[in-house]
């Protein structure tokens, strides 16, 4: 079981590149969600998807846009990266949203724009 | 914006010693849950308390929920150096459903 997978792990890019983080989850939760870690800050939602074929805006979505694909993924793309965006990004799930469910993660795509 | 405020930043114990880490929030929540980080991994959930309870346990953990402060307690009892971890507290708003996280306390177990 791999639970929450993300690709790739490690990205280097150079200011106003694109590129499309992926998450993909086997625990067939209905809710994903991904977040942006920044030294000092906690993690911040970006957008999340409580369901498929729905997505919202989370607290920091400016310059992201996602994509559920299907149940099981859910994209996160980069479209003119820049350096404010250097970030180390989590995906997670949750059974479903609005509820007491625990949110489970992966192990982070750690993005660097130079 | 950022709901929780953890407090200690860091924390450094001996093996064997008890861990304390406060937690702060600012509006009404559904439930408080806490998660290790292990170094370079992503986040882990350790134990989910809801507002209507004032104390939990998982083991060595123990978690306290006073909404009349707007804040919670995690205590890691005989700390182990495999406990040696980022701790973050997340509050579940009552409105909007959102998990918004503290900034985590980092805690350093010493052999």
């Known amino acids: 079981n791999a639970g929450v997978t993300q690709t790739p792990k490690f990205q280097v890019l150079k200011t106003g590149q694109s590129m499309t983080l992926q998450c993909a989850q086997d625990?067939?939760?209905?809710?994903m969600y991904w977040y942006r870690q920044d030294p000092g800050m906690g993690l911040r939602l970006i957008y999340y998807?409580?369901?498929?074929?729905?997505?919202d805006k989370g607290e920091v979505p400016n310059g992201y846009n996602v994509s559920r694909l299907n149940k099981r993924e859910f994209s996160l793309r980069l479209e003119s990266a820049a350096p404010s965006q250097t970030s180390v990004y989590f995906c997670?799930?949750?059974?479903?949203?609005?509820?007491?469910?625990?949110?489970?993660f992966g192990d982070g795509t750690r993005l660097s724009i130079l | 914006s950022q709901q929780g405020e953890e407090d200690p930043q860091a924390l450094s114990i001996q093996e064997g010693e008890n861990a304390t880490m406060n937690c702060s929030y600012k509006?009404?929540?559904?439930?408080l849950q806490w998660y290790r980080q292990n170094s370079g991994r992503g986040l882990v959930h350790l134990i989910l308390?809801?507002?209507?309870?004032r104390e939990k346990h998982s083991g060595r953990l123990r978690v306290t929920l006073d909404t009349s402060k707007k804040s919670s307690s995690l205590l890691i009892t005989a700390s182990r150096a495999a406990d040696t971890a980022s701790y973050f507290c997340a509050s579940y708003e009552d409105l909007g459903g959102k998990l918004i996280f503290g900034q985590g306390t980092e805690l350093s177990v010493k052999p």
């Open positions: 509006t009404s929540i559904n439930n």
């Open positions: 625990m067939n939760h209905n809710s």
């Open positions: 997670a799930t949750s059974r479903q949203d609005y509820s007491n469910q625990p949110q489970h």
């Open positions: 998807s409580a369901s498929e074929g729905t997505t």
């Open positions: 308390i809801r507002s209507n309870e």
